[in-house]
């Protein structure tokens, strides 16, 4: 079976990208239509009823999304924070969910301002210490959410060894690979059970649309409610954000080699500079994950964060003085940005202060060095 599976390269280019059959178009039209006609008899012989349910924009890119990410199925949504609300709402009040300490803001505060409340129980832990996992873990704990590499330290949890403590007491494990897309890491390869990721940046790839999916490694009874949660709560994609999700999708590979390629770049030179106190990069065989993730990913990615030795005001000051990278938060798009992660998260965040965050776009690595190089000096 492996023998025969097309490369990345070829199953991004292909994967729910039929020529229309209607028309012969090469490139797939959007339907917009919200409703779709039932035959005399009552069938609905194209299997399409109303867009909430499904939507041929939707079915090729979740087709797509399966097939890259080398899943059953996958559900797409209208955003990253969406998919996993989606996740975690098919558990029930009273249930357990351990999450990672260091994870992406946005997940946390949906999760203490809305789930909890709800019902579910959590516990915030440090999943690199796989001791501190089996301490945390409670009879009703059913799933363990990972983010690897973490938000914004980059640091690496092994997921074959959570995934083993998870399924050794009955529980799931849902990786957010937002950070990670294919081509730089394989979550089901070490045991995932479901993907999420905000398709809002890699995967689209330019800035320019909202989404989200969830991928799932097989289909039983935990993904048919994530469906009903997606179909039934109606946090689904337009028919045209697919359309731009699945247009970005082709080039993914491509795209990540060139993210991947600059990241490594700019992190070798960060790493020389007299200014820079600390560079988190997991290529970096400084990186104290750096083995680990060389084990479980197939490239390190295109993101890096780093510390002055000047601390905050050095921080903002370096940010101030780009000129190629522009200051602005989210990640994944062909340009690179740059951003004080602390005061994007706000009130309580444990990012430190003198930390930027950095997306490396698709611009030439020379010219991201010296931007800088010319930034760093002043
Ligand atoms: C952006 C992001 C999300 C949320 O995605 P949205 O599309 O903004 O809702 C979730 N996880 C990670 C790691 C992200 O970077």
């Known amino acids: 079976m ?32 919200t409703t779709f006609r039932r035959d005399a008899d009552g069938t609905y012989p194209l299997g399409f009823v109303y867009t909430r349910s499904a939507n041929p924009n939707r079915q090729a890119l979740e087709t797509a999304l399966a097939v890259l990410q080398g899943g059953v199925e996958a559900a797409a949504f209208a955003s990253g924070s969406a998919a996993a609300a989606a996740v975690l709402r098919v558990l029930r009040p009273g249930d357990h969910v351990l999450l990672p300490r260091e994870l992406y803001h946005g997940i946390r505060k949906m ?6 409340p709800w019902g579910l129980a959590v516990d915030y832990v440090d999943l690199t210490d796989l001791g ?33 403590i998870a399924h050794a007491r009955g529980a799931r494990v849902a990786v957010d690979a937002t950070w990670t897309p294919p081509g730089v890491a394989d979550p089901f390869a070490f045991g995932a059970d479901l993907v999420v990721h905000a398709t809002t940046k890699y995967l689209s790839g330019h800035s320019d649309v909202l989404g989200g999916a969830v991928i799932a490694a097989r289909t039983d009874a935990y993904w048919e409610r994530i469906r009903f949660v997606q179909q039934n709560e109606g946090a689904v994609p337009s028919p045209f954000d697919c359309w731009l999700t699945h247009r970005g999708l082709r080039t993914l590979p491509h795209r990540m080699r060139g993210h991947s390629a600059g990241a490594a770049r700019l992190a070798a030179f960060l790493e020389e500079r007299p200014e820079v106190a600390r560079v988190h990069y997991p290529g970096l065989a400084s990186h104290p994950g750096h083995a680990l993730a060389a084990r479980q990913m197939t490239g390190f990615g295109g993101m890096l964060s780093f510390r002055l030795h000047g601390g905050e005001r050095a921080a903002m000051a370096v940010a101030a003085r780009v000129r190629l990278f522009t200051r602005a938060t989210s990640l994944g798009g062909v340009e690179s940005l740059i951003e004080h992660r602390a005061s994007i998260e706000g009130p309580g965040t444990t990012t430190p202060t003198d930390l930027l965050r950095v997306s490396v776009g698709l ?9 800088l190089a010319q930034a760093l000096v002043g």
Not at 111 to 116: E, T
Not at 363 to 371: G, R
């Open 111 to 116: 999760v203490d301002g809305a789930l909890v």
């Open 132 to 164: 501190t996992v089996r301490r945390a873990w409670r009879p009703a704990t059913r799933l363990v959410w990972v983010e690897t590499p973490s938000n914004p330290l980059l640091s690496i949890t092994d997921l074959g060894a959570v995934s083993e």
């Open 2 to 33: 492996s023998d025969e599976r097309p490369h990345l390269e070829t199953l991004a280019v292909h994967a729910g990208s039929d020529p229309d059959p209607a028309t012969g178009a090469v490139t797939p039209p959007i339907h917009l239509s």
């Open 363 to 371: 611009e030439h690595p020379d010219d991201l060095v010296a931007d």
